[in-house]
């Protein structure tokens, strides 16, 4: 069974940025990477999704969460090699949990580092790219696909540092405040700083973007991630909002309760028209025949945008 997006939708949608098409480099993403005979294995251990029967063809979009299942950082995971495993995140949360994920390794044959300095990472947008969670060889690295953006094609892509993915069919013409835009209205947030072990997968939508399998084996957190799944215990979503600018941590308002908070935003960019877009954690029961708040009940109000995908309920 398929879960539609709820339809209580403002009817605002605001400007794409200017040139939404072409490269850039991703500066504030990082690479793990994870070598080693049991890198895979070790891994499918340890992440929300299945390492050990990913399909050659293919990328995995998981998370590393704590024992209570809050996630403390996402990853687009690249089986590069059988022995060696490219975890790219977030530089601000990279540190922290390549130390946390070492801490697991125990008698596995596997090493974790921080390789971002030897990559070179790219926002492709437009063009000839694999569809969501698949990869292909382009331009001499590898182009993992990810959630299009008001129906643009995107993906992430590596490299050996020095190389580049400019072309006649992706020119260096793509600004970051675009790609973080498409990377909000792709309906994905990642795990940041300000956000690191707020959320269980679900609060972001997380199993409807094929971020989780309920079908492997235990993990950190495994088990409160599942029931929250199985005992129809997510009380808690992603949406899509539109506003001023904003800032992940914030929290919002509805109009429904003045006295206390009824989320928290989890991915932000600035949008055409100057204002803001972004992703948010919010209360399913607030958010329907209500207005949102940015900061405080009477704070500057939020709009909502439909999600680029539905929500299910049959994984």
């Known amino acids: 069974m398929i879960?539609?997006?709820?339809?209580?939708?403002?009817?605002h949608h605001p400007?794409?940025?200017?040139?939404?098409h072409g490269a850039?480099?991703?500066?504030?993403l990082g690479v793990i990477e994870v070598s080693g005979s049991d890198a895979v294995s070790f891994l499918h251990n340890q992440l929300t999704h299945d390492l050990a029967l990913v399909p050659a063809d293919a990328v995995r979009f998981c998370a590393f969460c704590n024992a209570k299942g809050r996630m403390q950082a996402t990853f687009v995971a690249n089986v590069h090699a059988p022995d060696t495993v490219w975890l790219i995140c977030r530089r601000d949360v990279l540190a922290a949990v390549c130390k946390r994920l070492s801490m697991f390794v125990l008698r596995a044959k596997a090493r974790l580092r921080d390789a971002s300095d030897e990559m070179s990472l790219w926002g492709l947008v437009g063009g000839p790219l694999p569809s969501a969670w698949k990869k292909q060889t382009l331009m001499g690295g590898t182009a993992m696909g990810l959630y299009p953006a008001a129906g643009h094609a995107r993906a992430l892509w590596a490299a050996p540092a020095g190389q580049s993915p400019v072309n006649d069919a992706h020119r260096a013409g793509l600004s970051l405040d675009a790609w973080m835009w498409g990377e909000v209205m792709a309906g994905v947030a990642d795990v940041q700083a300000a956000t690191a072990e707020a959320f269980v997968p679900q609060m972001l939508n997380h199993e409807s973007v094929d971020g989780v399998s309920f079908k492997k084996g235990c993990y950190p957190g495994q088990e409160v991630v599942a029931r929250s799944q199985f005992r129809g215990a997510i009380k808690r979503r992603a949406f899509i909002l539109s506003g001023p600018a904003m800032q992940a941590g914030q929290v919002v308002f509805s109009s429904h309760d003045a006295t206390q908070d009824c989320g928290v935003i989890a991915q932000v960019a600035q949008s055409g028209d100057g204002g803001g877009v972004a992703i948010a954690c919010l209360q399913t029961a607030a958010v329907d025949a209500s207005t949102l708040h940015l900061g405080q009940a009477n704070g500057p109000l939020l709009q909502r945008l439909p999600l680029p995908y539905a929500l299910r309920d049959d994984i």
């Open 24 to 28: 850039c480099e991703l500066p504030h």
């Open 3 to 11: 879960i539609q997006p709820m339809t209580h939708l403002s009817p």
């Open 15 to 20: 400007l794409p940025p200017a040139h939404f």
